[in-house]
Structure formats: structure tokens, C-alpha cells
């Protein structure tokens, strides 16, 4: 999908919300468990409900992969279902991947050709050459984790080189990697105020925005500081939207949470 | 395992050799493409070969994931294989995962539990909550990244953060997490020069050491900078041996190579 397709489809729907997949067998109605693919089924009652409300979806692999084979099925199963139903709507599989060149290749392989996702969340601490890799793949789009949501970005990510933060390395030496039009970036919305510098290094990209609601980031703040004139975000929420509800009536749920975030992005825009 | 009983191996062996396991389809033998299950047909081979010479094998999930459930089966089959038939040598899935709190404990279930492998690498981008999921499962180990053996690695890592480089804040941070002694680090041979300030930070940890062979290092110069009093070392080696011959004779090959590699470690230790 190119990046117009998405602006177009944010355009047309009022929103730019993304829904994390994060299906986690302990938490899912009790119900499903009964059906042969738990996991596939909730994700399909899921986006039935939601998909008039959202604009991407995303899997993060690892509530996949700890499933084995079972749960690889499910997200093929998954990534399948929204792309024949729903190919409007903009994919990206969480898998925070990133390897030497050749290595690199192999994970882009898996998610861009052999699932068809549209975008793969990917780390920058081993560099260029174990970027460069998934940005070759024209019209699928590498999300580099750039400032993320959680307590441990402060860490490594927020250290200063320079006078400047590690991040801020990340986003200025990644623009001059060989198609870097196909970068987007992942930033915490729990990091709202961030944003503002961020816009100055990339004011173009698109930035993944994680952390709204169950992590306490702001959508009013993150919006001010980070929409640009493409719009330029996707706001996901996962445990906020697909744990609304735990009875037979938990895909009505999650529409009506999700539903509340597309109306006060239906305002915003 | 607990790395006692890893230290045991190297002893009795006379190797602290590694083999990485990155079957890529393209590479191997013609004449095993007709079988069923190829990948897993190629590393029974060379694990039936090579099995007495080495003390771990690192499958890179990258060269699985790409041929999606089928190459997660050969994984899973390969894992199965080696704990069953060799459970003394260490297992590693070079998986360079990493991801905020809830969901790193998905990976290392995924991976610990679900494929019962000894050790994961993991990078360290996201930092403390993002690794202490692994490392909360005992007799098990966290392998993070720190200096890895590819150019990119002077993108990020080699930059100085107040006098001193990322990859050892990254050492020195690392220490102070919770249950820091199931960690081991990735230092790339291609970098031995590096090992001395290196083992200043972390005198006692294992070092999987990536890039001897293919990628230029040299075994002795690793060895002179990185040994410690347990040894320490693990130097892992995956085209250089894997891909040594390309006909029925493959595995006789691989072996004739990771032979070579053995025998050096045996004068060296």
C-alpha cells in the first residue's frame, strides 16, 4: 500500500486509529476457547466490528509466536482474513525484528511476501545495513522503533551523544538511508511532548503512535504536537479496545471503545 | 542449562564452538529439495556431523520464519532434534527480540517454554523492562546484543554517550537489572580489538561471539582479548562451516571445517 492510499483512507473514515491484535489466550471471552482457532476467531469478531472504525491493524508477533505453530497459523490466518476482506486497511506486523544485511532480508521476506503484511515495526540498534534490507521492498513501509512507550526508553534511547538524544540519532542518520521514504517511526505517546523536536527532524513521516489509553498517552497531545498536514499518525490502542468487554458482547465493546477514539479523531480532523 | 554445566561441555569437548544454523533453500544441496522436509533433513545432517566438535547451535529464526509455518516446523523439528539427541550441547535462538514488558514475557515463553531453547538474543534498544521478562527464567539466558560484527554497528553503538560508547552503557546498565546473571552478550569477532574494555565492564559473563570465518574475524585475537578463566567464549560460525560443501557430501564438509575451528580451541584452551 503506498502512503497515499493511507492518507486517503484516514480521510475518507475520519480516523487514524490503528488496533493492536495482542491476543492473549488468559484474557480472551471464555467461550472461544471451546472453538478450534481461539485466537483466529476473536481477531475476526474483532475486525468485523471494527474495521469501518480504523484504519490499520496490528499484530505484535509475540502473542503469536508463543503459541508455536498454532498461533503462526493464527496470524496467517489473520493477516489473511483482513487482506481479503478489508485491503484498504493498512497492516503492520509488531515484530520489532532487525538483523545483519542478509538476515534482514529473510524477516522481510517473511513478513512483506510469504504474510502479505504492508509494514513491519523493525529495531535500529544494529544500523544501516540491517535497515536498509526491509526499506528495499518499494510500497511496503519499515516502522523503526524510534522513541518508544515504555519506561526502559529511557535507558539507552533518551541518552544524550552530542548534545543529542540517542532517538534523535536514530531519526537524522536514518533519512539518509537508501530509501528512506519508506521509513515511518514508532513514538510513545506516553512521550507527548517529545513530539515537538521529533516533527522538526522528520516533519514528512508517518509516526506509529502506541500508548494511548491502557499506557495513559494523551490523544488531544499527542495530536497537537505530532499531526502534520498529511495527518501523519496512527494512533494504536490494543488492551484499551479488544478487552472492553469479556461476555459473548465483547466485539460490541471493543466497537464502542474504538468508536470513541474514531469520534474525537472525526473532531481532531 | 545452567552455565556450569555449559562450562562442563567445553571442557570435555575442547571446543567452545558454536554452529549457526541460517538454512537459507537457495544454498543447500539440490539433491535434498526433493524431501520433505528440507531445511530440517539439512540440519539433522550437519548436526549428526558435527554434533561432537561443537557446544551449541544457533538456528537464526529469520531463515525460518521466511518460509512462514513450514520453515517454524522445520525450527521446531530442529530444536526437538537436538534436545533429544544431544541434550548436553547449549541451544540459542538468534531471534533479536525485544518489546515492552507483557509482551517480552510472550517472546521468552515462545522460545523458553514453547521451543525449550537454552538462550534467545535480544536487543537492547527498549532497555530494562523490555529484557527482565527473560531474564525472570531461571537456568535459562538472555544473549543482548551489545557490540554486534556488522558496519551498521558504528551507526549507533560506537557512539559516545558522556566520554563513553552506547554498546557500554549498554554493559554497564545491563548489570544492574534483576537476575543479570542469566545474561550473556553478542560481541562481534570483527571487533576483537574492543573485547579488553569489554571484559573490564564484564569480566564473567559468556560472550557469543558472531563473524569469525565469513565475516573476517580472527579466532585468536578473540581469544587473547575476550577469554576469561571459564573460558567464556562462545565463537559461533554459521556459512563458513554450514555451506563448506554443496554436494552429498555436505555434511562430511561442514564437519571437515568445524573440525579445523575445534582443533585450534583444543591448543588455544
Known sequence: MTTEQLVA???????????????????????????????????????????????????????????????????????????????????????????????????????????????????????KDSVEPFLAFEDKHTILLALTSNAGAFDFQTQKVDEKEVYKHVLNTSKTWKNAHNLMYVVGATKAEYLKDIREIIPESFLLVPGVGAQGGNLQEVCKYGMNSSVGLLINSSRGIIYAGNDENFAKEAAKKAEELQSQMSIIL
Chains 1, 2 share one sequence.
Open 9 to 127: 483512507e484516514i480521510r475518507q473514515k475520519k480516523s487514524f486509529l490503528c488496533i493492536g491484535l495482542d491476543v492473549d489466550l488468559n484474557k480472551i471471552p471464555k467461550h472461544l476457547l471451546a472453538l478450534e482457532d481461539p485466537i483466529f476467531e476473536f481477531n475476526k469478531a474483532i475486525i468485523d466490528a471494527t474495521h469501518h472504525l480504523c484504519v490499520a491493524y496490528k499484530p505484535n508477533t509475540a502473542f503469536y509466536e508463543a503459541y508455536g505453530i498454532k498461533g503462526w497459523k493464527s496470524l496467517e490466518k489473520t493477516i489473511q482474513y483482513i487482506n481479503e476482506n478489508h485491503p484498504n486497511i493498512f497492516t503492520i506486523a509488531d515484530a520489532k525484528r532487525g538483523d545483519i544485511g542478509n538476515t534482514s532480508t529473510m524477516y522481510a521476506k517473511a513478513f512483506f511476501e510469504d504474510l502479505s503484511f504492508d509494514s513491519v515495526t523493525v529495531a535500529p540498534y544494529m544500523g
